[in-house]
């Protein structure tokens, strides 16, 4: 079945613990991307990857890291999370960038970070 | 810059009742436009995309949005909502940036 799995769908940390959202698509895209859905906000991009060893910054990149050392994974690391990064996260993948396809999203990640 | 503005932000409706949501986007170039919904505890799934051609597109469910350039809109509609409508809806528009754009999502509530 194709589909981007997140982990883990919940997640409690406390400020400063380093920690990885894993995100992996079976799909082979070539477009992969983090959001945050704040309430009111709608969402937001954190990073996004066209290919591998490929990133850019989206629109709220700070206290963030992603990588793209293989096609499938997309990893978003929180070096030293903070509150406000309290959020609930998005995966998404897609074949293609320029609208051409749709994006395909992961389950969610909920962070809280006291 | 491009932006997607979606005026609605809390929609109440009852069964049967008809949905008009909108969503009004900046940029004045080619768009693509997409509506996704997410039903509640769940993920993003697109409802309908235009990218060119006629300008009412039909998606899932018996939903259907229409592009009006000169309006630089693209509302959601349906005839007759149901229970199972309950979601939040994100409109969303990618330009000449290549970068997908959401908009801050409209909540819909139906009540039986």
């Known amino acids: 079945e194709a589909q981007v799995t997140q982990n883990p769908r919940y997640l409690i940390t406390v400020t400063g613990k380093k920690l990885t959202v894993t995100c992996s698509q079976n799909?082979?895209?070539?477009?992969m991307s983090w959001y945050r859905q704040d309430p009111g906000l709608g969402l937001r991009q954190i990073y996004y990857s066209m290919n591998v060893e490929v990133t850019d910054k989206g629109d709220v990149p700070e206290g963030y890291k992603v990588s793209r050392k293989e096609k499938r994974n997309f990893p978003l690391i929180l070096e030293s999370p903070s509150p406000n990064q309290t959020s609930l996260y998005f995966c998404?993948?897609?074949?293609?960038?320029?609208?051409?396809?749709?994006?395909?999203f992961g389950n969610g990640t909920r962070l809280t970070v006291t | 810059a491009q932006s997607v503005s979606q005026h609605n932000h809390h929609v109440i409706l009852s069964e049967a009742a008809s949905l008009e949501l909108g969503c009004n986007y900046s940029?004045?170039?080619?768009?693509?436009l997409f509506w996704y919904v997410q039903y509640p505890g769940q993920h993003l799934q697109l409802l309908l995309k235009?990218?060119?051609?006629?300008?009412l597109v039909k998606g899932i469910k018996g939903f259907e949005a229409e592009f009006i350039k000169s309006k630089f809109s693209f509302n959601l509609r349906k005839p007759s909502v149901q229970w199972s409508d309950t979601a939040e809806y994100f409109c969303a528009v990618i330009g000449n940036t290549d970068k997908l754009i959401f908009g801050t999502g409209t909540r819909l509530q139906v009540f039986p």
């Open positions: 998404a993948s897609s074949s293609s960038t320029g609208g051409g396809s749709p994006l395909h």
């Open positions: 235009y990218f060119s051609g006629d300008p």
């Open positions: 799909m082979n895209h070539e477009y």
């Open positions: 940029y004045g170039g080619t768009v693509n």
